[in-house]
């Protein structure tokens, strides 16, 4: 199921939040600006749902909306993926490529929890660049419910790490 905060609809992602928490803008010298809105709540949250061990890819553009005013060259990428729970431990399907493909534009995130756990949490680091060097680093939250109770999933730290590759200009 696809749903946005406004109840569109269709498909197996849901997506929580789309509210810009932060804008930053910066000033050309033309009188114009570059404005990166970064659809934020909390970090942006997006929810898999259900916790059926199926590849979920997400882009970038899930993540962060850039709103390009004068200059059309921002470029946005992430640069980590971390997950509060092991890559495979008891009750969680027994897979292993929880985080994978990770790239700068996008990474496949499998929709799984443990079992016995409250919730697993994916952070998805990203950094956009203007193309007068500004830049602001985020973190995306990606979450996959134990249920459907309306418990808010706690991040338990980080169990693993996956690095992007470089994807600086």
Same mark, same amino acid.
């Given at each position: 199921?696809?749903?946005?905060?406004?109840?569109?609809?269709?498909?197996?992602?849901?997506?929580? @939040?789309?509210?810009?928490?932060?804008?930053?803008?910066?000033?050309?010298?033309?009188?114009?600006?570059?404005?990166?809105?970064?659809?934020?709540?909390?970090?942006?949250?997006?929810?898999?749902? #259900?916790?059926?061990?199926?590849?979920?890819?997400?882009?970038?553009?899930?993540?962060?909306? %850039?709103?390009?005013?004068?200059?059309?060259?921002? *470029?946005?990428?992430?640069? !980590?993926? @971390?997950?509060?729970?092991?890559?495979?431990? @008891?009750?969680?399907?027994?897979?292993?490529?929880?985080?994978?493909?990770? @790239?700068?534009?996008?990474? /496949?995130?499998?929709?799984? *929890?443990?079992?016995?756990? /409250?919730? *697993?949490? !994916?952070?998805?680091?990203?950094?956009?660049?203007?193309?007068?060097?500004?830049?602001?680093?985020?973190?995306?939250?990606?979450? %996959?419910?134990?249920?459907?109770?309306?418990? %808010? #999933? %706690?991040?338990?730290?980080?169990? !693993?790490?996956?690095?992007?590759?470089?994807?600086?200009?």
């Amino acid at each position: 199921m696809m749903k946005r905060a406004h109840g569109l609809s269709a498909l197996s992602l849901l997506l929580v @939040t789309t509210t810009a928490l932060f804008t930053g803008c910066q000033s050309g010298g033309d009188g114009g600006a570059t404005c990166i809105s970064l659809n934020d709540f909390e970090a942006a949250t997006i929810e898999l749902w #259900p916790p059926n061990h199926k590849t979920h890819t997400l882009s970038i553009d899930d993540c962060i909306d %850039v709103n390009e005013l004068c200059e059309p060259d921002v *470029r946005a990428f992430f640069t !980590y993926a @971390t997950s509060d729970e092991p890559r495979n431990d @008891t009750g969680d399907g027994n897979t292993e490529d929880d985080i994978a493909n990770l @790239t700068c534009d996008s990474v /496949d995130l499998l929709s799984e *929890r443990k079992g016995n756990g /409250d919730a *697993r949490v !994916y952070n998805l680091g990203f950094r956009a660049i203007d193309d007068m060097g500004g830049t602001i680093d985020g973190v995306c939250r990606v979450i %996959v419910p134990h249920d459907q109770g309306g418990k %808010v #999933p %706690v991040d338990s730290g980080e169990a !693993y790490r996956e690095e992007a590759p470089d994807c600086e200009p």
